[in-house]
């Protein structure tokens, strides 16, 4: 396989980089100044692309990879990837599920305990040495709260039941009434807002789902409503966030994705209610390894033409 040409479109991971290097012919798409010379160079001779949350594979890479078979992300979404035009050319898709559910599960708890017991604003109290004057304000419990989850899949299954260890109900909005679950089932978003404290955005990002947090929905969670949002930024209206949360609309946020990573509007940055985090839900040594044994393990089986083991399409 060492004469199979497989590109990586954006650097991710060191360890993945160094696996591929011993197994294929690697090429490092953000190593060249100008993508059209580099397409123009090496296209022909490139089978596989590595992307990730980041840098995927648009249909502009894909038109000039004509020899191009699968591509491989180094995540579970897959919103970066052209989906139709890697159905239209026969191009197999693969991502890296499950490895990463618990560590994003956990972030997303980790948020909410964040942002509701002002743990970030707790540390700067006790760093700037102002606990010498007074005690720091009270916060608010995570305990016994009502969690809503836009997308029970797996890993907002995996946050409902790290909720239930902490006594929350749990309530949600998938597309589609899940039957293994005696959680509650809400077929839109604003009434799952309008019956929750915390509600937190676990879904995929697809056409219809950007912005299935908008004004209605964050009015509908209200003064005292908490969001999280660990699955991609443009699933929430950041402008519409801003605002509710500057104007007490809305009490906090918890946030590890946003919609223009990683240039994010710098008006979070002036809020004390919002907990920022820079898209490291599943930046962990232990999970960043696994995924990238997941890629690589992905490829090698297709390129021995055998099926890979997470096929998307």
């Known amino acids: 396989m060492e004469n199979v040409g497989v590109l990586m479109t954006c650097s991710m991971s060191a360890y993945l980089e160094g696996e591929l290097e011993k197994r294929f012919k690697l090429l490092r798409l953000w190593e060249s100044n100008s993508k059209a010379q580099f397409l123009a160079g090496f296209g022909e001779s490139i089978r596989a692309v590595v992307g990730d949350t980041k840098v995927g594979a648009d249909a502009e890479l894909i038109d000039g990879l004509p020899r191009l078979e699968i591509v491989a992300s180094y995540s579970v979404g897959l919103d970066k990837v052209d989906l139709n035009k890697c159905k239209e050319r026969g191009i197999r898709v693969t991502n890296t599920p499950d490895v990463l559910t618990d560590d994003v599960a956990d972030v997303a708890i980790g948020l909410a305990l964040a942002t509701l017991r002002k743990i970030c604003l707790a540390d700067g ?3 700037s040495g102002q606990w010498r004057n007074g005690d720091f304000e009270l916060a608010n419990k995570f305990s016994g709260k009502s969690i809503g989850i836009v997308g029970l899949g797996r890993i907002g299954t995996a946050i409902a039941k790290r909720a239930e260890a902490f006594g929350c109900s749990i309530s949600y909005h998938s597309r589609t009434k899940k039957q293994n679950t005696n959680y509650k089932y809400y077929s839109n978003v604003v009434d799952l807002a309008a019956n929750c404290e915390v509600l937190v955005v676990a879904c995929a990002l697809t056409n219809e789902t950007r912005h299935i947090v908008n004004q209605e929905v964050i009015h509908a969670l209200g003064p005292k409503g908490i969001l999280i949002n660990i699955g991609r930024g443009p699933l929430v209206d950041e402008l519409k966030l801003i605002s509710a949360l500057r104007e007490g609309r809305l009490a906090g946020a918890g946030l590890d994705v946003f919609e223009n990573e990683p240039d994010i509007n710098e008006s979070f940055f002036g809020l004390q209610n ?9 930046d962990t040594l232990e999970t960043s390894k696994a995924m990238a044994d997941l890629v690589v393990a992905n490829l090698e089986l297709h ?8 096929p998307v399409v």
Do not use: A, S
């Open 303 to 310: 390129f021995l033409k055998k099926p890979p083991l997470t």
């Open 274 to 282: 919002v907990v920022l985090l820079p898209h490291v839900g599943t």
């Open 125 to 127: 109290f006790v760093r």
